[in-house]
């Protein structure tokens, strides 16, 4: 039997994957959902989602993502503040790319207490900015299910298609090799803070993400059971 249909019991809080952009949080968070069962709640995907339908906060976001900065903290938390409490949220879910900022991960653990949730635990993909480039500018999305491929490392069995549904591939605008050094740079003023935030608490896990998708998942897995 594979190791992960051995699991049994409920996830029942949040799990927040940190690292930069490009580090594998994406694909490990549908993973992990799977296994468990629960919301794979990224802030990119919904708001990519809010800029296709072109909403009014799609609308403010766009610019900002298209040139690889952050939106502005009180957009996201009203975003995720609304998701979180919707009912298929009540058995725990996972964060990819959310909190990134130290304002975001406080007001996230204010949220977490309100909602009767345990303090989050984190997991931290360590990924060496010289490999951010190759996953960054090598990654497609299936635009019907949102799968995550890399033409380089991980290719769909047919090009162009993804291997679920047979949805076209796309590249996101802000995976253009240009855009990577201000993402990186985001990540390091703004997200990184929170790798020592977080390791104070005593709440982070460390995970080496240049290891293949399979040890990577296998090892999410081992922190996520071995928790509290
Ligand atoms: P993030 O969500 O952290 O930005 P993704 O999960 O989207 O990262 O992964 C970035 C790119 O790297 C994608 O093209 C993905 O297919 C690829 N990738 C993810 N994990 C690995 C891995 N362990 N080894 C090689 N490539 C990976
Ligand atoms: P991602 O899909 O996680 O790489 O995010 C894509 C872009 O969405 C980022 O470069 C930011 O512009 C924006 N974004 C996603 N999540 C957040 C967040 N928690 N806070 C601020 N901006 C975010």
């Known amino acids: 039997m594979a190791p992960e249909t051995r699991v049994p019991e409920r996830l ?7 690292g930069p952009p490009g580090a594998g949080k994406g694909t490990q968070a549908k993973e992990l959902a799977r296994v468990y069962r629960v919301p794979h709640l990224s802030t990119g995907d919904m708001l990519r989602e809010h800029v296709s339908l072109g909403t009014p906060l799609g609308m403010e976001a766009k610019p900002i993502m298209a040139r690889g900065d952050l939106v502005p903290d009180s957009l ?52 060496d900015p010289a490999l951010v480039l190759r996953r960054i500018t090598g990654r497609r999305m299936c635009k019907v299910g949102g799968e995550i491929y890399n033409i380089y490392d991980r290719p769909p069995k047919v090009e162009g298609r993804c291997n679920n549904d047979g949805g076209e591939l796309e590249q996101r605008p802000d995976d ?7 993402r990186l740079q985001a990540y390091e003023k703004q997200t990184e803070p929170l790798v020592s935030y977080y390791r104070r608490l005593g709440r982070l896990h460390d995970v080496d993400a240049s290891k293949s998708v399979e040890e990577v998942k296998q090892r999410v897995l081992e922190i996520v059971r071995g928790a509290r």
């Not at 029942?12 to 940190?18: K, N, Q, T, Y």
């Open 176 to 182: 253009r090799e240009e855009i990577v050094g201000p």
């Open 76 to 127: 996201v938390l009203k975003m995720v503040r609304d998701r979180i409490e919707q009912p298929d949220c009540s058995h725990g879910f996972v964060f990819d790319g959310f909190p990134r900022t130290v304002a975001q991960a406080q007001y996230l653990s204010v949220l977490l207490r309100q909602n009767g949730y345990r303090p989050a635990l984190v997991v931290h993909f360590a990924l």
């Open 12 to 18: 029942d809080r949040a799990v927040i994957f940190l």
